[in-house]
Each structure stands twice: as C-alpha cells, then as structure tokens.
C-alpha cells in the first residue's frame, strides 16, 4: 500500500493469464427497441404553487400591447407571403415529447433543430458486393435486391431476398432483362424497375412480384417515354415519379409520374439535368440533391444544386447549393426529415482510419466509374436537410463510405446496400434513421451515441488512459508532459472510472498490483493502494486487482481477481470487508469463490460477482451473505454490469466474444455475437448501456472501442482500426476500460457509486 504521497515501491510483475474455457454456441442477436435513461422521477406540483399571484395591467399598458400585436401580426403576414415557396408545409415534422406543437412560419422553421442521424454497419456482410442495384423493403424484415453491377462489371438479373436480422440471403427470382442504375419502387405487392443500363440505356419496365404474391419476373412490362438510365425513383401517395438520368448520350429532363408503372404523364423539368441524383419527397414536393451534369463546360462532374419540384404546381427551381459538389449519393425521408448520405464528391475527403469511419475495407476491385470526369472521392457525411433555409447540416457520418448504393426505407429506418467506395464495389449494407439522443444535425458531435459527453478509456497495451470528446478527439491523456510525475510508475490499467461529479478517477493496474485515484483534470495522484508490481494477500496487497469502484460511502471495492475474493476498503488502508476466502480459489458460496473479475455496485447496495472459472455470477452484500448465484452459458465472463431490477448485461472474453442479458434465475434475454464479419468480437471486457440506448464495449484485441444498436445488430460507432494498434489519432492497444462523463458531472453508466 502506499498513502496519499505516493511513494513508490514497485518491482517487475508477473505476466498477463491468457483466457480459457470452452467456445460457446452462438446464436444471431434478437432484435428489441434500445432503451433510453429512465426519466428522473420529480414530486407533483399542486396547482398555484410556487407561482406569484399575477396583477391585472394597467389600461394604458392594455393600449400599448394591443398595439404592439397589431404591428407583429402585420410584419408576420408580410413574412409569410414572401416566403411561400421557401417553406416545405410541417405537418409531418417530428415533435419531442411534451414540446407542444411545431411552431409556423419560416423564421420559426429556420430554427427548429433537426435529428441527428444514427448510422450503423450491420455485423454482417452480403454474399457478394454490388452496387447500382434496385433495393425495395420485403415482408417481415427482408430486403429485396434486383440486378445491379457485379465486381467484374456485369449487369446482373438476380433477385436476392436478404435478411436484415441475420444477413441470410437466398436467390428468389430473376429479371427479364440484366440490369444496373435503374430506379425501383414498391407497389401492390411487387416491385417495379425503371429503366436502367445493360450494354445501353433502355427504357423497359420491368416487374417482379415479391415473395408472398403471385406470379414473377415480368419483362416488358411497359416502356418509358423513352430509354433512360442513371435516374431516381420517389413515391409521394399513389404516385410514382421519375427524376434525372440520361438516354446514354443526353440528359432527360422530364420529371415522370405514373400510378400503375403502365401510363406516364410529364409533370415538370429539371432546371439542371442531372444523371445520379439524390431524390427525395417531403411535404408534397421533390428534392434534388447534385448529380452528375451531362452536358456543358461541367459535363461528367457532380453538381452543387439543390433543386425543388412542385407536380401539383408544375413547377421546379433551384432552392441552393450543397455544401459540395455531389453525385450518387442516398437521399430518404424518415419520420419528416430528409438525409442525404454519401455520394462521390471532387472535394477531396479527409480521412481518419480509427475514428468511426473506414472500417471496412472493400476487397473487389472496383467498377462501373464514370469516364471523361474529374477523379472523385467517396463521401461519408450524412447531412440533414433545412427546407426552410434550403441548407444541409451535418448529422452524422456513415461507418462505410459509399456512393451508388442501392437504398429501402422500412418504418423509420433506412437501408443502404452495398455500392462503391473510392472505385471499390463493397458488401456493406448499411442502416440510418434519425435519433435526437445521437444529438441535433449541425451541432458537433452530431451523430455520436454519447453526444454531448466525454468518455474515458483505458488503453490498457498503451499504459494510459484518454479522453475522448463526442467527436473523438482526444481532449485529455494520463500519464502527458501535462500532468504530475508518477511516482508509481502508471502501468496496465485495466478499469477506469469517474467519481465525486466527474473531478477524480479511479483506476485499477491489474499486473501492477494497485488500484490509484488520479484528481482530473490535474493527473495528481490523491490516493493508493497496493504495492506496484509486487502480489500478495496480506493487508495491504493485491494479486491482479480488477473492477475498482468507488461506493457511495467513499469505500473502494476491488475484485482482487487472483486472491479470489472481493475487498472493500476505507481510504485510511484498511479493509472493512471482505467476500471470499483468501487464496480458496473455488466456487463454494458463500465462504469461497473462484478467480474474480468483477464486482460492481448495485442499486440496493450489494455486489454482483462474475467468477471466471464455472462462468458464475453471483450477488454478495458487502458482509459476504449470499444472495443468487448462476452459471451462464459463456466460456469467461467478465464485468457484469446492471441493466435494472432482474436484468444484467455481461462480456463474455471469448473469441468470438459475445454480449449476454441475464436475469437472476440465468436466463439469457438477449445475445450478440456474430461468427464472423465486421460484427465478430475479439475477448470483449466490458460492455455498458449508454443514456442513447447502444451497447457500447471494450473489444480488447480487435484494438478497437464500438457501441452497436441491440435492436439491429449494426455498429453505430468505432474508434481504433480493427485488428492494428498504434499509439496515433484513432488508434488503440488493448483497450480494456471504459466510463462516460456528461456535462453535469454524472456518470450515467454506474449510478450506484460515489
């Protein structure tokens, strides 16, 4: 033990145990909708209390402010007439709960915030990458792919059915007609396709019936006014309508309606023509984001316009400009609010390997590139659309970079599949809806899972811990040039965690025998215990300590994962309690358990235990009276966390690792864990439920952090390169410990402790 000096006695540890146990069964992950932080419960107000009593104004004030509201009213009548075209109606504008209804008029629309975009990687890929394919939304969470360019270049005619759950593909039909960048819709049960390239642009249309319907493929359907390719399809109602793309060698105008895909009526005009637009309808009208120009001194590069088509009116206008130049991006309207994702830009596009973006690198060699223009970059912005401003903010960022993909909407949820990045043909598929708690589109941050927060992380390979700001930049590091010398020479922190509001951590050196409390910002150390590098069990010592919380008494509790026993310790060095028998490393509660690696707090004050060896879970008062014990169906469990009452969530440090919901009489709730893929874990430590609903985990030799959706399995969120450490920007080595600390000090993620 050393006292609040710090004075350091350290010697050469022993080396880290590799993991054991069997390999447990996976199963693919249940969905169920993330659940938020439970709302602070407040005492009623009765009514009148607290309120001053209100006095009656004067007749002179009456006057005053009848007169004012006369001169507001006018200047908002005035405001409203100029503004008619500028502002898309709202009447299908997301309202937060309890906010009362949206407010009118263009200022008050400039200023309502936007849903950031959560946007995942789904844990799996598809059998073969493709791009410039059809995707419509299937019955009971499928996706239906029709065509589309293969990775040697070739139409294709397939129609695949692809599970959004579990990623299982089957082939169920073919097109009449080989096809790639055409234009898709659903209606009455089967799925239409405009248009398109295969040697040369056509203008056939074709159908296919989707599964549970009757019939198939039907080729020659109906023809287009003529052939066309490179276009985008949007239904508004029962009406279909046909944007943008060329006939091979000139650019069509005509924006297209039709109700049955048989008969088709010209509606309006493009004020640019444009080949790849990103199409999509709110408020009755359509939106036209970039493209590629086809003619002109610009010809074969993407364009900045936004675009704006009334088919009531018959009319169309250029609204503004992107941000940069686009073309082949997804545009989708969710919950009354348009994002425009991806796409290829001539604005070359910074990239940060390891913070959230590039995760997945495409394999194929890539295809179908248009010749004659500028070299292009891929994009990965996700931008929210302003229609009263006619601006794009910033809402997020897709995990894989694409542009030409195929894109369904289903509910509130996109899906965005396959496509291109940077000329490669990728299997990605991709899901984006809008999510106020990933924060509001233009602010930054926007699109993170712990927007407005900070998180803490134990680089445990790196011997140091880092702060990270929603926009995963490092804000603070332990040990820097910054902070104080340390006398005990900071070594293999396992576990990190805020206490007392967010101003000090504790931090656990697993093979350096101590547990220390660090004061933050400054890095001083105020408190330890241990003695560095040296184990034992005698007062004062640890063998490998893990889990090191700080409890609401200002105790620390520490699992002393090779003494085999939980430890609570006063901050004058002595112990107060203890769970477990020194040195009796096995599983016979409540007087012995095996090799401990966790011990977090509960809500009623107790202790939940994971024993390493059994793959045991247990609940201990503090006195070491036994409340339940399981054994989960996982080979190592590690760092059981509490979800609530009769609800757990466990690591299982395995590889493929997974992540398990538990109750009290062991059964398993839900389970993640893919066998392969970008989803695959490798000896995930630690795993947290975030305040924005995600999972969140140490996935400790993948090298890297990642929170994913439980709902849909997707990875919403990543920081390291899987599978490479380093010490650099977006780099990690073994990380093992996390904690996240909001803005008002508190550390939502162990609410039990101090």
């Not at 199963?27 to 602070?40: H, I, N, V, Y």
């Not at 990687?121 to 969470?141: D, I, Y």
């Not at 975030?690 to 990875?715: C, E, H, I, K, W």
Request: glycine share 14%; with cysteine.
């Amino acid at each position: 033990m050393t006292d609040r000096s710090g004075q350091d006695t350290g010697s050469p540890g022993p080396a880290r145990r590799e993991p054991r146990g069997r390999e447990p069964e996976w199963r693919e992950p249940r969905g169920r909708e993330p659940r938020g932080r439970e709302p602070e419960w407040r005492e009623p107000r009765r009514p009148g209390e607290g309120r001053p009593a209100r006095r009656r104004p004067s007749r002179r004030v009456r006057r005053r402010r009848a007169a004012a509201l006369a001169v507001v009213a006018v200047l908002g009548l005035a405001a409203v007439i100029a503004g008619v075209w500028a502002v898309v109606p709202r009447d299908r504008a997301v309202i937060a709960p309890g906010a009362g209804p949206a407010p009118a008029g263009p200022a008050a629309a400039a200023r309502q915030s936007l849903a950031a975009a959560e946007s995942g990687l789904l844990p799996w890929r598809l059998p073969a990458s493709v791009s410039r394919e059809v995707v419509v939304p299937g019955r009971h969470g499928r996706l239906i792919v029709l065509g589309g360019l293969t990775p040697g270049g070739a139409s294709a005619n397939g129609v695949y059915s692809v599970r959004t759950r579990t990623g299982a593909a089957r082939r169920i039909g073919a097109l009449g007609a080989a096809v790639h960048d055409a234009a898709g819709v659903v209606t009455g049960g089967r799925a239409l396709v405009f248009g398109g390239g295969s040697s040369a642009s056509i203008a056939t249309v074709q159908g296919f019936t989707l599964p549970g319907g009757h019939g198939n493929a039907a080729a020659g359907l109906a023809h287009l006014p003529q052939a066309r390719s490179d276009l985008a399809a949007v239904t508004v109602g029962a009406t279909t309508y046909l944007v943008g793309g060329y006939d091979g060698a000139r650019p069509d105008a005509a924006v297209l309606a039709t109700t049955d895909g048989q008969g088709f009526r010209t509606v309006a005009a493009l004020r640019v023509p444009v080949r790849y637009p990103a199409v999509a309808a709110l408020g009755g009208k359509i939106f036209v984001f970039g493209g590629l120009a086809v003619t002109g001194p610009g010809a074969g590069a993407p364009v900045t316009t936004i675009q704006a088509v009334d088919p009531e009116r018959h009319t169309s206008a250029v609204l503004g400009h992107l941000p940069e130049p686009l073309a082949g991006a997804a545009a989708v309207t969710l919950r009354g609010e348009v994002f425009v994702a991806g796409g290829e830009s001539t604005v070359r596009q910074p990239r940060a390997p390891g913070m959230g973006t590039t995760q997945f690198h495409a394999s194929a060699p890539g295809a179908g590139g248009e010749s004659g223009g500028p070299p292009t970059s891929t994009v990965s912005t996700i931008w929210a659309f302003q229609p009263a401003t006619s601006r794009l903010l910033p809402a997020g960022r897709l995990q894989v970079p694409v542009s030409h993909a195929g894109v369904a909407v289903a509910g509130s949820t996109a899906w965005i599949v396959g496509g291109e990045s940077d000329g490669s043909l990728v299997g990605a598929v991709q899901m984006l809806r809008p999510n106020r708690a990933f924060g509001t589109a233009g602010a930054p941050g926007a699109g993170s899972p712990y927007f407005g927060g900070k998180l803490l992380i134990a680089d445990r390979g790196n011997n140091r811990l880092l702060l990270l700001t929603d926009t995963m930049h490092v804000a603070w590091k332990y040990p820097s040039a910054k902070t104080p010398r340390d006398p005990l020479q900071f070594y293999f922190p396992d576990d990190a965690f805020f206490f007392d509001h967010g101003t000090a951590i504790i931090s656990n050196q697993e093979q350096n025998d101590t547990i220390v409390e660090i004061a933050y910002p400054s890095g001083k150390i105020i408190w330890s215990y241990g003695h560095p590098r040296q184990e034992g069990s005698a007062p004062g010592y640890l063998y490998e300590p893990d889990d090191a919380y700080i409890l609401k008494s200002g105790q620390v509790t520490v699992a002393d994962a090779y003494n085999c026993r939980v430890l609570v310790i006063n901050h004058n060095g002595t112990v107060a309690d203890q769970v477990g028998t020194s040195r009796a490393c096995v599983h016979n509660p409540p007087t012995a358990m095996g090799p401990v690696n966790g011990d977090t707090p509960l809500a009623n004050g107790n202790l939940l235990v994971s024993e390493i060896n059994g793959s045991w879970v247990d609940e201990y008062t503090p006195e070491g009276k036994l409340v339940f014990a399981v054994k989960l169906p996982i080979s190592y469990p590690s760092d059981p966390q509490q979800l609530g009452p009769n609800r757990f969530l466990i690591a299982d440090y395995a590889h493929p690792g997974h992540i398990i919901e538990f109750n009290r009489q062991g059964r398993v709730l839900y389970r993640y864990g893919p066998a392969s893929g970008p989803g695959m874990l490798n000896h995930p430590s630690l795993v947290e439920l975030l305040p924005s609903g995600v999972f969140m985990a140490n996935d400790d030799y993948n090298q890297r952090m990642v929170a994913f959706d439980p709902a849909t399995g997707a990875l919403v969120w990543q920081y390291g390169i899987t599978g490479r450490h380093g010490t650099g920007p977006g780099k990690l080595h073994i990380p093992d410990g996390f904690d996240l600390l909001l803005p008002n000090g508190t550390t939502p993620t162990h609410r039990a402790t101090g």
